[in-house]
Structures are given as C-alpha cells and as structure tokens.
C-alpha cells in the first residue's frame, strides 16, 4: 500500500501527462454528513482535458435549488451525482449507480439576468474563504439571497448544473497557495458548462506550474456574462487595483 501511496509524488509541471486526484475533497463534510466529492483530473502538458467529480450528497436533481442545509445532515435517498467535463466537449451529469453508468445529461450554468437574484456558494470553512468579504461583495451587488455552505469542489458542480450561480473562495492568508487537486476537475467543468474561472486578479487558473497554483490567489467562478462585474466588485472590495 505504502509503495502505491508514492506513486502520488510527482511534482506536476508543464510537461508530460499527469492525473490529479482527490480521494476525499471537503474531509470535515464527510465527516459531519454533509457535502464531499471525489475528483480526478488528467492534465496534458498543464492543461487540464478531463475532469470528473463524484458527488455522494449532491442531490440528483440538476433543477434541485440549494438550500442552507447542504453542510450537514444528508441521506442517501434522492442524492448523488457524477459529474464530468472533457475539453472542448461540454459537461455532463449522471446518477451515481453501481454497475454500469447511467445515461447522463448536458448540465450548463443558469445565464444571470439579475445580479441581485443569483446564489452565492461558499465555503463551509472560514479558514477557507473570507465570509465578511463576500458577505461585503453580497451587499454590493445587491443580492439578498443568503449563501449557500458547503465543503469540497461540489460547490463547482452546483454552479456548473444552475442550482447555484457564483462561487467564491477569497484569501484568507497571503502565503496560502492553493492545491492543483482542489480544483482542476471543478475548473474545467464550470468551463465546459459555458462559465468563467478566474482568480481574483482575473487571471485563469494556472495548473502547469506544479503541486500548487502558485500563480494565483484565490477563485472566482461565475456564468461568463456575469463574471465580469463579479470580479470587478471582488476587486474593489478586495482593494486590487
């Protein structure tokens, strides 16, 4: 087991062919009952083309809206999703079975016409993410919607299927530098679903550069039509000039 264990030891970069996996991603909601994903990521020359995230907790209903008791207390009756995004080939989502796959269906981000109407999902984690902050960028984009907690990347498969329209995951500490696996699978799903991903400088998301994503501080994750006033409020809040 030890020997499998450090076959997980590459160093990532810009070359070659590379698998990114997440046994457990959002472990204290795993724990506690709530939200949790498995994620895989295959990732050619730094550039992420497949990512696939199994979702337990999800509800399988894509039009499921979100609610604020996503962070604890599941069942298993009615929930658990498998999503997946290869590049340049758009998003799908099926029911997790045993056995063979279920059909999936094409999932796609819920285009925003009112700022003020969208859902903001978060993390439940405040190590993780600024809650003041986005409870400030909130107040500045008018939305009165509360924010929807969860753990782990299932925060971008809601968005990526329109239960939910806007994740943010805000720096809480200037020398943190977020995990590749956190988030290469989650990425490239909100893309394929016709969203934008972005760090708070506005900047994609670098995976070439090695274990971390070096280059980049923090997420934001919203419908392309959208994101640019997202972010440009996150700036203002953030004070990045």
Same mark, same amino acid.
Not at 54 to 68: E, T
Not at 90 to 97: E, I, K, M
Not at 121 to 143: F, M, N, P, R, Y
Not at 164 to 183: C, F, N, S
């Given at each position: 087991?030890?020997?499998?264990?450090?076959?997980?030891?590459?160093?990532?970069?810009?070359?070659?062919?590379?698998?990114?996996? *997440?046994?457990?991603? @959002?472990?204290?909601?795993?724990?506690?009952? /709530? +939200?949790? $994903? !498995?994620?895989?990521? =295959?990732?050619?020359?730094?550039?992420?083309?497949?990512?696939?995230?199994?979702?337990?907790?999800?509800?399988?209903?894509?039009?499921?809206?979100?609610?604020?008791?996503?962070?604890?207390?599941?069942? *298993?009756?009615?929930? @658990?999703?498998?999503?997946?995004?290869?590049? /340049? +080939?758009? $998003? !799908?989502?099926?029911? =997790?079975?045993?056995?063979?796959?279920?059909?999936?269906?094409?999932?796609?981000?819920?285009?925003?016409?009112?700022?003020?109407?969208?859902?903001?999902?978060?993390?439940?984690?405040?190590?993780?993410?600024?809650?003041?902050?986005?409870?400030?960028?909130?107040?500045?984009? /008018?939305?009165?919607?509360?924010?929807?907690?969860?753990?782990?990347?299932?925060?971008?498969?809601?968005?990526?299927?329109?239960?939910?329209?806007?994740?943010?995951?805000?720096?809480?500490?200037?020398?943190?530098?977020?995990?590749?696996?956190?988030?290469?699978?989650?990425?490239?799903?909100?893309?394929?679903?016709?969203?934008?991903?972005?760090?708070?400088?506005?900047?994609?998301?670098?995976?070439?550069?090695?274990?971390?994503?070096?280059?980049?501080?923090?997420?934001?994750?919203?419908?392309?039509?959208?994101?640019?006033?997202?972010?440009?409020?996150?700036?203002?809040?953030?004070?990045?000039?």
């Amino acid at each position: 087991m030890l020997t499998f264990i450090d076959y997980g030891n590459s160093k990532g970069g810009a070359k070659g062919r590379i698998w990114a996996i *997440d046994p457990i991603d @959002g472990t204290k909601g795993f724990l506690r009952g /709530g +939200q949790y $994903a !498995v994620c895989l990521a =295959l990732m050619v020359d730094g550039d992420v083309k497949v990512g696939v995230l199994g979702c337990p907790n999800l509800p399988i209903d894509d039009a499921a809206p979100l609610s604020g008791g996503m962070e604890s207390g599941q069942t *298993d009756e009615g929930k @658990g999703c498998l999503f997946s995004g290869v590049l /340049g +080939q758009g $998003a !799908v989502s099926r029911p =997790l079975t045993t056995g063979a796959l279920a059909a999936s269906q094409k999932i796609s981000m819920k285009a925003i016409t009112d700022i003020a109407a969208a859902t903001f999902c978060e993390s439940v984690e405040a190590g993780h993410s600024s809650h003041g902050d986005q409870a400030e960028i909130a107040k500045k984009l /008018g939305i009165t919607n509360p924010s929807v907690r969860m753990d782990s990347q299932a925060k971008y498969a809601s968005i990526a299927r329109g239960a939910g329209d806007i994740y943010l995951r805000l720096p809480v500490k200037a020398t943190y530098q977020e995990k590749i696996w956190d988030h290469a699978a989650g990425d490239l799903i909100v893309r394929e679903a016709g969203g934008a991903v972005t760090d708070i400088h506005g900047k994609r998301l670098d995976f070439s550069i090695g274990r971390t994503l070096a280059d980049n501080k923090g997420v934001v994750a919203a419908p392309t039509g959208g994101h640019a006033q997202v972010l440009a409020v996150v700036q203002e809040v953030l004070k990045i000039k």
